[in-house]
């Protein structure tokens, strides 16, 4: 849908990252609502090297942005 919409820009989320690596409480900070769905659905498959704190794992925050840029030749209308 956001292809056939033309829809560009950046979405960043931000995600707490646990002992085991996986993303959990995502929540998006910027950007169009229509991408946002589709980089969290990315971000809970992703698997992160957790922060180890004298070698032992524990949670994190981060923040992720990703970027949506439709290849030129999309653009194009024949």
């Known amino acids: 849908m ?10 960043i989320l931000q995600a707490r990252v646990g002992k085991n690596g996986t993303a959990a409480d995502v929540r998006q900070l910027k950007g169009n609502p229509l991408l946002g769905g589709a980089t969290m ?9 957790p922060s180890k704190q004298d ?21 194009r209308i024949d």
């Open 41 to 49: 659905a990315a971000v809970w498959q992703w698997r992160y090297q």
């Open 55 to 75: 070698g032992v794992p524990r949670e994190m925050e981060t923040t992720v942005t990703l970027r949506f840029r439709i290849p030129e030749r999309f653009w």
């Open 2 to 11: 956001a292809l056939g919409q033309r829809l560009q820009g950046d979405v």
